[in-house]
């Protein structure tokens, strides 16, 4: 039987043409659309990554608890032998310290008295012993004036604060703060560069000062506010899994100091936005399988009349509404799937394109393309493959369901008067 | 040869117009014997395709009772009419009504497949009956690609492919010129003679007349003649 329908909907092109030609354009946009969304959401993955969250991020359970603070008076100590555990445990991850701070800017004139003073929001990296987080903050880029810091007791401030202070290239400015015991602190720096990001909360008062300084300035020896890992490339489950098997060893819920692990996806909005951009998915899953559907619908309904000929015949011979209508929707799986093939192969042709060559938005997005990827890209992942099929044959089933409805709603006698006329 | 093949009792047929009812049968009493080979005749809206459709279950009387082969019909539910009529009842149409993407011989297979009759039954089921109706040069070709003749032939072949105990004919000849007709009636005839299959016509063909042994005259729904002609 099976065999039997397929024939008819080689041969019958009416039959099977345009409901493939409407189901593979669909799938098409499915495909294109999931594999964009899956670049865009691995972009916001990367771009968060790189400022913020890591691709995993180790904490103290402390500084956890107040992590939007950045209380780096709960920092961890002894990070030097932390991180070379790391490094020799998960050779292929960059694991890389950073302190946030909070400080006074003071601007000095001739005779040292305060002239101007602003609140700064600092970060400390290493900016003199690798070249690691020059590339990950894409610090060449955002340096719009001056150099990046080439010995201790530089820093870069980004434009606002200079415009504000009056601050040039080569000025010596004084940071003052509380160490992480509390104490005040204050110490010389000598502005390298001015750097813009393209993203106010770092354009409105950032600093940027090696990690060394830093500890240096906040009497944090061998401390840090956080470690960052990053992995070559991204994988939800391998941050999981690691952070599951650091916690396990390392992490003592009793202790507030002990340290923690937390993969990206749990890390503040994260989680949220990506399951609200899944969701967003899902509904546009399902708006097509019911636009779909409904386009189905009626060109099965057209088909349907036309083929009430046939069906009446086939009532004739003796075949059931249920057998007819259970025939259709066979029919329908065939093209469905046919039809998803066919769209899911054109589909993965420009997802592959919008991944191999992207698409630029910098044009669109003035300086923020320092924090933000500037080109938008699709993803291909094994999803890509079989997401076309859910809309595909379920808009086809869905369709053929209806249509058929009609084969229930007319009396025999009627559908087999049908062809007389 | 069973007498109650087919017994039909003050059998009615309204169909509704408007607020009005249209009876297109009234009271009608017959009975058929196996191997019969009838004719229902009578003038355009007498009733006859009427009162076959009712004797093949595809529609139901508004009265009265209906026996085909032992089922009453009206109590059969639409999934039993069908396997009645699958297993034991064939239809040959004014139109031919072939399924105009199969070939000749899917065409006549197909109420095999519906039957789950096996590969190679089916394949010997089909040769033989478009032996009987001498189209077995043609089993590769579309409807669209034989003539009319050829195409009410298969027709027959669709219908007697399963061996079925009835077959009911609604003016096969119609269609046809006058050569084709009697070929075709020759071979129903030769069927019946053969098989022993029960053929009943709705005709208003003067040719069909003299292949009938049995002739029932309707008018506006009323039996007005049953009698036995051509030495039936
Ligand atoms: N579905 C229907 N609704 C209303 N009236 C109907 C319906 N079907 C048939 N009729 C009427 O019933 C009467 C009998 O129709 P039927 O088709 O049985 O006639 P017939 O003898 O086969 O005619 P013909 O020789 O033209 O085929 C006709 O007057 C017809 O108009
Ligand atoms: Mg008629």
Redesign the interface.
């Given at each position: 039987?099976l065999k039997?329908l397929a024939?008819?909907l080689v041969?019958?092109r009416s039959r099977s043409f345009f409901p493939i030609l409407i189901i593979a354009a669909g799938v098409m946009l499915t495909v294109i659309f999931y594999s964009w969304l899956n670049g865009y959401i691995n972009m916001l993955i990367e771009d968060n990554a790189r400022f913020d969250t890591g691709h995993v991020k180790i904490v103290t359970r402390a500084y956890n608890e107040l992590i939007d603070q950045k209380p780096y008076d709960l920092a961890m100590m002894n990070v030097g032998h932390r991180i070379e555990t790391l490094s020799r445990d998960y050779p292929q991850i960059q694991w890389q310290p950073r302190i946030y701070f909070g400080g006074i800017l003071d601007v000095p004139d001739e005779n040292k008295e305060t002239l101007k003073q602003g609140k700064v929001a600092g970060l400390g990296v290493n900016l003199l012993n690798s070249n690691f987080e020059r590339d990950i903050l894409n610090l060449e880029q955002a340096i719009k004036q001056g150099k990046m810091p080439s010995k201790l007791g530089e820093i870069l401030i980004s434009r606002d604060i200079a415009e504000k202070l009056g601050i040039q290239i080569n000025d010596e400015v004084t940071m003052f703060g509380s160490t992480m015991y509390g104490s005040i602190t204050m110490q010389n720096f000598i502005v390298s560069g001015i750097v813009v990001f393209g993203v106010q909360i770092l354009d409105k008062g950032a600093v940027i000062i090696d990690i060394s300084d830093v500890r240096k300035f906040l009497d944090m020896e061998d401390s840090a506010s956080e470690i960052l890992g990053f992995i070559p490339k991204y994988n939800e489950a391998a941050t999981y899994q690691i952070s599951a098997e650091f916690n396990e060893q390392n992490s003592d819920p009793t202790e507030e100091f002990s340290e923690i692990m937390i993969p990206l996806k749990d890390q503040g909005q994260m989680a949220f936005m990506i399951n609200v951009i899944d969701q967003r998915m899902g509904m546009f899953i399902f708006i097509f399988i019911f636009v779909m559907s409904l386009v189905l619908w009626n060109s099965g309904l057209m088909n349907g009349i036309r083929r009430y000929?046939?069906i009446?015949?086939?009532?004739?011979?003796?075949?059931?509404?249920?057998?007819i209508y259970r025939s259709l929707i066979l029919e329908s799986i065939i093209i469905g799937i046919t039809a998803t093939i066919i769209g899911t192969g054109i589909g993965l042709i420009f997802a592959f394109m919008l991944q191999h060559y992207g698409i630029n938005i910098s044009s669109f997005m003035k300086d923020a393309e320092v924090i933000m990827n500037s080109t938008m890209r699709a993803q291909i992942t094994p999803s890509c493959y079989v997401i076309g099929f859910i809309p595909g044959v379920f808009a086809s089933i869905i369709g053929a369901c209806f249509a058929g409805i009609g084969i229930y709603r007319r009396n025999?006698?009627q559908l087999?008067k049908e062809?007389?006329t | 040869m069973k007498e109650n093949f087919i017994e039909i009792k003050h059998v009615k047929k309204e169909y509704p117009m408007g607020t009005n009812k249209f009876v297109a049968l009234k009271d009608i009493d017959l009975n058929f014997s196996e191997g019969e080979f009838t004719g229902i005749v009578g003038p355009s809206g007498s009733g006859k395709t009427t009162l076959l459709n009712i004797i093949g279950s595809l529609d139901s009387q508004s009265e009265g009772e209906v026996i085909v082969l032992g089922y009453e019909v009206a109590d059969l539910s639409s999934s039993k009419s069908a396997r009645m009529r699958s297993e034991n009842i064939g239809f040959i149409f004014q139109t031919y009504n072939l399924l105009p993407v199969y070939t000749v011989f899917e065409n006549v297979e197909f109420p095999l497949l519906l039957l789950r009759i096996n590969k190679n039954e089916r394949i010997k089921l089909v040769t033989e009956a478009l032996k009987w109706v001498g189209l077995l040069d043609k089993i590769k070709s579309r409807p669209s690609q034989i003539s009319g003749g050829e195409c009410q032939r298969v027709a027959i072949a669709r219908a007697i492919v399963k061996k079925p105990k009835l077959v009911l004919a609604d003016e096969p000849t119609a269609n046809l010129d006058a050569d084709n007709s009697h070929n075709i009636l020759k071979t129903m005839k030769k069927i019946n003679e053969e098989t022993g299959t029960t053929f009943i016509f709705a005709t208003h063909d003067a040719k069909v007349i003299k292949y009938l042994k049995r002739k029932i005259t309707l008018l506006d729904g009323s039996v007005a003649k049953d009698e036995l002609v051509n030495g039936g």
């Open positions: 039987m039997f024939k008819g041969r019958d000929g046939e009446g015949v086939r009532l004739a011979i003796g075949e059931s509404k249920g057998h025999t006698a087999f062809l007389e | -």
